[in-house]
């Protein structure tokens, strides 16, 4: 647990970063600092291990007050990742993941196992192991910083911007591969980020912070997107929290319907009623692309002649998927798969916002299936 | 000039006293410079750190550096009361020199460390001094190369200088020369060059050994 205690930092040339500020993080949590530049986000995450010195106030690591412990000692026993991945470029990736458990004076080949590990549950090629860190892109540098983060196993971890220098697709997937570490590993995390999506997807708490240090909202994101504490926060969660809460959304009551379907290698005869748009499957029964209405089959049906579809919705995951798998399909039908990805029917926006309507008004929408 | 040549070649004490000249040039302009860097780290180091010892010690390193090396060789025996043909003189003045000519570029290098990976360090749990030793100083050392190279030239030809109040190396030859035996200025001067190549080649490939992620970063770039 990580505890902060009306902590405020004044800067020597008189500029207030934090201001007066308590927020408890939870054991085995991610909890999100997220705000816009200069809210003074960086400087609660390096009060932590003690690279700011707060001016008041305390912070409190597991109900131990930072200030107990040497700083050099106390930093060891926390993780850090900073946002260009801050690798120490003359050394190797391996060894880079291997500093820390030789500060606390392991030997350099239990170092090096122990960081051959870590690049494995990272997910890092293990060809990639003896090379210099320019010799890799900038999302592999991130897993690396991230593995050298956990080289010595800290119950804490504190993470700045680690993932926006990378681009959208592998700032995602870095996402989803944090999301997947935590869940085996349970660490206490706190993570700063300017990007209310990353905060939303990865914190179980959110911390919005204002201009000038101020905390304005800490809450779960489902409670942040549907009851932002006041102006401030109403802006910077943007237009589309509606929709992002969606993301929170569960889909009982959601039934796939049916839809016309045909394999790819299917001739014009096996075709059914063209009036419709047909789905096309693969000989798995995986979805493939869709048909238009009435377009003339010429001989086998091939790729080439399908249109692409939209975004597949698993089924059981939350409705913001099933509401952007209809919006984006060609057809208007939101394909439903299940974890293969094997094609299970479809369901459309306006199924959506029905269910999202009989929640809002149970008696109404029971009255009306009556 | 051959035959001048061949004749100073063939005589063995010729010979004999040559090596032993340039054995003196090579103690005379190396050890300063071991030591010139030496001293020169922690100097650039107290001036990176400490903000108002910054533009004092470049000052003095640039003062120090325009004082005429003949004037140093003769005032130094009456500062120090060392012996007028002592070769302890010329070391402490090219020691001076190589420090002043030094600090500046391992000020440069070391404040050329990328600062995310210097605060990367910190958070490690590296103490100040074990991350100058283990992170700083490895990452500067191509750019303390080139400081290195430069002190290196000057050192190996301000060691001629030094034979004009007496001490050894190969200024002995242009003396030597002057007074009456022609063929050693060509001699001396070829050695010296020689000598400055020599030293400043083995000062580039020590640096592309001690530094093998550079040439890892330049494949990058040119691929
Ligand atoms: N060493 C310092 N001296 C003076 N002011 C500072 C110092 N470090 C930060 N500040 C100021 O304190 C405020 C908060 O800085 P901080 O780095 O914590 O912001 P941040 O939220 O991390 O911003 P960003 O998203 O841009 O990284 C800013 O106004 C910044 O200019
Ligand atoms: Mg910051």
Known sequence: ?370 | MMEELLRYFASPSNREVLLEQLGQHVYLSLVPLVAGVLLALPLGRIAQRIGWLRAALLGGAGIVYTIPSLAVFVLLPSLLGTDFTSSLNVVIALTLYTTALLVRPVLDALEAVPAHVTVAATAMGYRPHRRFLAVELPLAIPALTSGVRVASVSNISLVSVGALVGTGGLGRLFMVGFERDLVQIPVGIVLTVLLALLVDLLLVLGCRLLTPWERAGRAVIAS
Request: hydrophobic share 40%; proline share 7%; glycine share 10%.
């Open chain 1, 1 to 370: 647990m990580i505890e902060f205690r009306s902590v405020r930092k004044q800067y020597d040339d008189g500029t207030v970063a934090v201001q007066e500020l308590s927020l408890t993080v939870p054991v085995g949590t991610i909890t999100v600092l997220v705000g816009p530049s200069g809210c003074g986000k960086t400087t609660l995450l390096r009060m932590v291990n003690r690279m700011i010195e707060p001016s008041s106030g305390a912070v409190l690591v597991d109900g131990d007050d930072v200030r107990d412990s040497e700083p050099a000692g106390l930093r060891r026993g926390i993780g850090y990742v900073i946002q260009q991945a801050g690798l120490f470029p003359h050394r190797t990736v391996r060894d880079n993941v291997a500093t820390v458990p030789r500060l606390f004076g392991h030997s350099r080949r239990d170092a090096r196992r122990r960081a051959e590990g870590l690049l494995e549950r990272v997910g890092l090629p293990a060809e990639l192991r003896k090379r210099y860190p320019v010799q890799l892109s900038g999302g592999q540098q991130q897993r690396v910083g991230v593995a050298r983060a956990l080289a010595a196993d800290p119950p804490v971890l504190l993470m700045d911007e680690p993932f926006s220098a990378v681009d959208p697709v592998v700032r995602e997937g870095l996402q989803d591969e944090l999301l997947r570490l935590q869940g085996e590993l349970g660490k206490t995390v706190l993570f700063v980020t300017h990007d209310i999506d990353e905060a939303v997807k990865l914190g179980e708490n959110v911390a919005v912070l204002r201009q000038g240090g101020y905390l304005a909202q800490y809450a779960p994101p489902e409670q942040l997107l549907a009851e932002p504490a006041d102006d401030f926060v109403t802006s910077f969660v943007g237009r589309d929290r509606g929709y992002r809460r969606l993301s929170f959304v569960a889909s009982d009551g959601l039934v796939p319907g049916s839809v016309d379907t045909v394999r790819i290698g299917d001739t014009s005869a096996d075709v059914p009623s063209r009036a419709e748009w047909v789905l096309v499957l693969d000989p798995h029964d995986r979805p493939r692309g869709w048909l238009p209405p009435g377009a003339p089959i010429h001989g086998q049906l091939t790729e080439d002649q399908l249109i692409a579809g939209g975004s597949l919705y698993t089924s059981g995951a939350p409705l913001r998927g099933a509401l952007d798998a209809a919006l984006s399909a060609p057809s208007g039908l939101g394909v439903v798969v299940d974890e293969d990805g094997v094609h299970l029917g479809v369901v459309t926006a306006r199924q959506v916002l029905d269910i999202l309507e009989s929640r809002r008004h149970p008696a109404v929408a029971e009255g009306a299936t009556q």
